[in-house]
């Protein structure tokens, strides 16, 4: 049983677009929701996170948008770059405890 | 230079073999992780440890087991595997509370 989802599983966009991943979570107690960025052979890292007393936030190209009662959030990167090509996983987690549960990963492919 | 080194980082091995994952961190962090990661599934907690006397089992612990020799080592060991065993599993490192995690380069590992 996932407790979070995430979707698409991949994702192709072209140059300059905006590319959308969506996740959802069923566990009303998580209260921090990162996204991490992985390149091919390389662990994965911390990209942007998020907490639910906000609804947006922003760093550069990418945003987290948090809809709490519909217990949902996406990751949108504007002005898609083939830098961005990567897979990108959500996750949540609750308290201080750092038992982050992750989505099943996005596949983003930018094409030139 | 890595942070979180895990060696190897490439192993086949047969059914039925022990075999053990080194991560060592120069980080300095307390807490130490061990995630595995499979197609559509995302990252899995196997277990983690807040510090060098404390082992906890994560999602999926079952088959495997670990020790944390020092606050900078932690090795994963399966004791006898089997084919379903086959993924890429990553080492972590953070510090207390909901502070990024901090993964190494991956093993890839296939039980044939």
């Known amino acids: 049983q996932q407790q979070v989802k995430q979707s698409p599983q991949s994702l192709i966009v072209q140059k300059g677009g905006i590319s959308i991943i969506n996740c959802a979570y069923e566990n009303t107690a998580f209260d921090y929701f990162p996204w991490y960025q992985q390149f091919p052979g390389k662990g994965p890292a911390l990209l942007i996170a998020i907490r639910p007393d906000v609804s947006e936030k922003k760093e550069g190209r990418f945003t987290i948008s948090f809809n709490k009662s519909a217990k949902q959030f996406s990751l949108h990167i504007m002005d898609s770059q083939p830098g961005d090509s990567a897979t990108y996983f959500c996750a949540a987690s609750m308290g201080a405890g750092n038992m982050l549960t992750f989505g099943g990963g996005t596949r983003l492919m930018v094409k030139p | 230079d890595a942070d979180v080194t895990q060696t190897p980082r490439n192993r086949i091995t047969k059914t039925g073999k022990r075999i053990m994952l080194e991560c060592s961190q120069t980080?300095?962090?307390?807490?130490m992780y061990w995630y595995r990661q499979d197609p559509g599934l995302g990252l899995r907690l196997i277990y983690y440890s807040f510090d060098v006397k404390d082992i906890n089992k994560g999602e999926i612990s079952d088959g495997y087991s670990v020790s944390r020799q020092a606050q900078a080592k932690f090795s994963l060991s399966l004791e006898s595997a089997i084919p379903n065993q086959t993924a890429l599993y990553f080492c972590?490192?953070?510090?207390?509370?909901?502070?990024?995690?901090?993964f190494g380069n991956g093993t890839r590992l296939t039980v044939t």
């Open positions: 972590a490192t953070s510090r207390q509370g909901n502070s990024p995690l901090h």
């Open positions: 980080k300095g962090h307390d807490r």
